[in-house]
């Protein structure tokens, strides 16, 4: 039985990893920063204060923290440094015999006209991106490590400032959806449990890699809004304004085959559950 460290544990991919691991009857321990309401109680949890006084004998040690900024925040530029870099290399320093799955994002990328595959290049094209990037590279100078790229995730308790909670909640609370130009921009969605089951497939792969955690379509704006109104039924859809961003298309079947991954959520009934998730908090 292999000893997993989860450094995010309060986060929304944090918390599902955490019950996908115990599941497995896997020794777990969480790391949380400031925040631990979401905690998975079913495992202990330690305050990220105390992360250097933890023995470094972890099998696996799973990065998930990470600063995404909005336009709210402060001092963005230190604190991308700090997180998404520093607490990076600190963590490769201390866990020198562990595993370390990286969590990073499709936003290193960047935005393409084209299918997006595992060696695509890096053309980050903001901050946040950029600091991602920076710590993949710091990850790959780790003896074992694997990379994973995620998409935008979704499932109960996501953040409600996203756009399927958004759209969903204009659904519940004024029967309408808005989207803008003719809906027709598609995002990837791959749901929090199927990328937990990536980020552990990718902890018990021999070689070192980079992974793409996506779902197998894109989906665009308008087929968001036609899911959610077959759900609520008597809801409009309207259109104004322009949407000038682009399109995202991923191709993980390198991914799929060397992690064996088969099974993965279905878009259009986990929608309906956040439905009904999201009827109760309003």
Excluded at 72 to 100: G, P, S, T
Excluded at 168 to 197: C, F, P, T
Aim: aromatic share 10%; with cysteine; net charge positive.
């Amino acid at each position: 039985m292999n000893k997993h460290l989860i450094i995010g544990s309060n986060s929304f991919l944090g918390v599902a990893l955490s019950k996908a691991l115990h599941k497995s009857n896997e020794t777990v321990l969480g790391v949380f920063h400031e925040n631990k309401n979401n905690l998975f109680e079913e495992i202990d949890h330690i305050p990220i204060t105390k992360l250097k006084n933890l023995n470094s004998d972890f099998n696996v040690v799973y990065i998930i923290s990470a600063f995404v900024p909005d336009s709210k925040d402060k001092d963005i530029k230190q604190r991308l440094i700090d997180v998404n870099q520093e607490l990076v290399a600190r963590i490769c320093h201390q866990f020198k015999n562990a595993k370390i799955v990286y969590c990073s994002s499709v936003s290193v990328y960047g935005a393409t006209n084209g299918i997006l595959k595992e060696k695509s290049d890096w053309s980050p094209e903001s901050p946040y991106a950029e600091s991602k990037r920076f710590g993949e590279k710091i990850v790959m100078k780790h003896d074992k490590y694997a990379i994973v790229r995620i998409s935008s995730m979704y499932g109960i308790n996501m953040k409600l400032s996203t756009f399927l909670p958004l759209v969903i909640k204009s659904a519940i609370k004024n029967n309408q959806i808005k989207l803008y130009g003719d809906g027709k921009r598609e995002q990837n969605y791959i749901h929090v449990n199927d990328v937990a089951n990536y980020l552990i497939a990718a902890s018990r792969y021999s070689v070192n890699a980079t992974f793409l955690a996506v779902s197998p379509i894109s989906i665009s704006n308008l087929e968001v809004a036609k899911t959610i109104k077959k759900v609520l039924k008597d809801i409009n859809i309207i259109f104004e304004g322009e949407d000038n961003s682009k399109s995202y298309f991923y191709d993980n079947s390198v991914t799929n085959k060397k992690l064996e991954i088969r099974n993965r959520k279905e878009f259009k009934t986990e929608v309906k559950s956040i439905i009904e998730w999201m009827k109760k908090g309003l």
